[in-house]
């Protein structure tokens, strides 16, 4: 009987490790000003999988491996992608990559992929640099994962430098969103590179802010928006394998800036994409994830601003409606403050910190004040114009 526990004990060892995908994230080496590689410098944003930093993807990392996956990393610099390369890798990440790939790796990826491979793609302008010193206009991330992923039909555009989103709302149920297209599953970005589809890849995910106030628009490096093709999310089965293209690369960042793996349900989108792209489409994979997060959603509040002003002792009565529907009991603060004006103006009982605030205008002029809405992560500033004659 003994014996028969060993056995069946070694049998459940080898199913699991012959059952665990295997993951491999493609990292490059830059340096702030856009040296390439960094060489003496230090390495800007490679978002290594083993860096517990703010900048890191340690939990990205975790999150795969929750899911019954294995996850390693590979510098683009030495690694050739064919079919050596590929042939013991169920899905491939394109990272933090700089290196613009050939012709023939890019054959190589398309024949793997019709075979069962699959493939996950984001890009951002910090893969050419720092953008206050090689500016958010630079291309060198996007050219390095276009050469590989514009024959699935997704090209990646310039970061547009724009604002937070979050995607909530899809085109379709699908296992990604938990089969529920209508917020099954909110993931967010800040900053995005959104990927300009065309056949065979199809749109999962339209551009959209979510009322995060992020401008639907493109870098002028890619000419005009266009909410037909230029999305958040494109998927592509192509022959056997799956292809996935995300328009930011914040969201998996253990703490970086706008957004990040804990915020929304950046963590299990991370882990949906990656099973998807591995061919599986298994819930049980979610069931002994001790770390999932099992407290209520947070989403953003609406917010719609009324006012009244009153001559006779020229004030603004402003009225804000803050209309928040989760049930993650945070309640959302509000905020007022004076940005423009040929004057300063008053608080009434010096409380910019309310809904209804008194504003007291001495001097004809445009003013503009702004309202910063805090709801748990979610910070939503509105602006009202007023002109005293």
Same mark, same amino acid.
């Given at each position: 009987?003994?014996?028969?526990?060993?056995?069946?004990?070694?049998?459940? @060892?080898?199913?699991?490790?012959?059952?665990?995908?295997? @993951?491999?994230?493609?990292?490059?080496?830059?340096?702030?000003?856009?040296?390439?590689?960094?060489?003496?410098?230090?390495?800007?944003?490679?978002?290594?999988?083993?860096?517990?930093?703010?900048?890191?993807?340690?939990?990205?990392?975790?999150?795969?491996?929750?899911?019954?996956? *294995? %996850? #390693?990393?590979?510098?683009?610099?030495?690694?050739?992608?064919?079919?050596?390369?590929?042939?013991?890798? +169920?899905?491939?990440?394109?990272?933090?990559?700089?290196?613009?790939?050939?012709?023939?790796?890019?054959? #190589?990826?398309?024949?793997?992929?019709?075979?069962?491979?699959?493939?996950?793609?984001?890009?951002?302008?910090?893969?050419?640099?720092?953008?206050?010193?090689?500016?958010?206009?630079?291309?060198?991330?996007?050219?390095?994962?276009?050469?590989?992923?514009?024959?699935?039909?997704?090209?990646?555009?310039? +970061?547009?430098?724009?604002?937070?989103?979050?995607?909530?709302?899809?085109?379709?149920?699908?296992? @990604?969103? /938990?089969?529920?297209?209508?917020?099954?599953?909110?993931?967010?970005?800040?900053?995005?590179?959104?990927?300009?589809?065309?056949?065979?890849?199809?749109?999962?995910? /339209?551009?959209?802010?979510? &009322?995060?106030?992020?401008?639907? %628009?493109?870098?002028?490096?890619?000419?005009?928006?266009?909410?037909?093709?230029?999305?958040?999310?494109?998927?592509?089965?192509?022959?056997?394998?799956?292809?996935? &293209? %995300?328009?930011?690369?914040?969201?998996?960042?253990?703490?970086?800036?706008?957004?990040?793996?804990?915020?929304?349900?950046?963590?299990?989108?991370?882990?949906?994409?990656?099973?998807?792209?591995?061919?599986?489409?298994?819930?049980?994979?979610?069931?002994?994830?001790?770390?999932?997060?099992?407290?209520?959603?947070?989403?953003?509040? *609406?917010?719609?601003?009324?006012? *009244?002003?009153?001559?006779?002792?020229?004030?603004?009565?402003?009225?804000?409606?803050?209309?928040?529907?989760?049930?993650?009991?945070?309640?959302?603060?509000?905020?007022?403050?004076?940005?423009?004006?040929?004057?300063?103006?008053?608080?009434?009982?010096?409380?910019?910190?309310?809904?209804?605030?008194?504003?007291?205008?001495?001097?004809?002029?445009?003013?503009?004040?702004?309202?910063?809405?805090?709801?748990?992560?979610?910070?939503?500033?509105?602006?009202?114009?007023?002109?005293?004659?």
């Amino acid at each position: 009987m003994k014996c028969k526990k060993i056995l069946l004990a070694i049998s459940l @060892i080898c199913f699991l490790a012959v059952d665990a995908q295997n @993951i491999v994230y493609v990292y490059g080496d830059v340096a702030a000003d856009g040296t390439l590689p960094s060489g003496s410098k230090k390495p800007f944003h490679q978002m290594r999988l083993n860096d517990e930093g703010d900048l890191g993807m340690s939990g990205f990392k975790k999150a795969l491996e929750a899911v019954g996956c *294995t %996850v #390693s990393e590979v510098y683009d610099q030495e690694i050739v992608i064919n079919a050596e390369f590929l042939k013991s890798i +169920d899905v491939l990440i394109l990272g933090s990559n700089q290196r613009v790939f050939i012709e023939a790796e890019a054959k #190589s990826l398309k024949r793997w992929v019709k075979k069962g491979g699959g493939v996950i793609t984001w890009s951002d302008s910090g893969f050419g640099g720092e953008y206050s010193i090689v500016g958010v206009d630079n291309e060198v991330g996007r050219i390095s994962d276009n050469v590989l992923m514009e024959q699935f039909g997704m090209y990646f555009l310039t +970061d547009n430098g724009a604002g937070n989103y979050l995607v909530n709302e899809y085109t379709q149920d699908h296992f @990604i969103n /938990k089969n529920n297209k209508h917020k099954g599953v909110a993931f967010r970005g800040e900053g995005v590179s959104f990927v300009r589809v065309s056949k065979p890849a199809v749109i999962l995910a /339209k551009a959209q802010e979510g &009322g995060l106030g992020g401008r639907l %628009v493109v870098n002028s490096n890619d000419g005009k928006f266009n909410e037909n093709t230029d999305v958040a999310l494109a998927i592509a089965e192509i022959g056997k394998g799956r292809v996935i &293209g %995300v328009f930011d690369r914040n969201l998996f960042w253990n703490a970086g800036a706008g957004t990040r793996l804990s915020h929304s349900d950046n963590r299990v989108f991370a882990q949906r994409i990656a099973l998807w792209a591995a061919g599986i489409e298994d819930e049980q994979r979610f069931a002994n994830d001790t770390h999932a997060l099992v407290s209520a959603l947070n989403t953003p509040p *609406t917010i719609t601003i009324d006012y *009244t002003y009153s001559k006779t002792d020229n004030s603004l009565a402003i009225t804000a409606v803050i209309t928040d529907e989760d049930k993650d009991a945070i309640s959302p603060e509000i905020v007022w403050k004076q940005v423009k004006g040929p004057a300063d103006c008053e608080f009434e009982n010096n409380n910019p910190n309310t809904t209804t605030p008194r504003i007291f205008i001495p001097k004809a002029g445009k003013y503009v004040f702004k309202a910063s809405v805090l709801d748990g992560e979610f910070e939503i500033n509105k602006f009202l114009n007023y002109v005293r004659e």
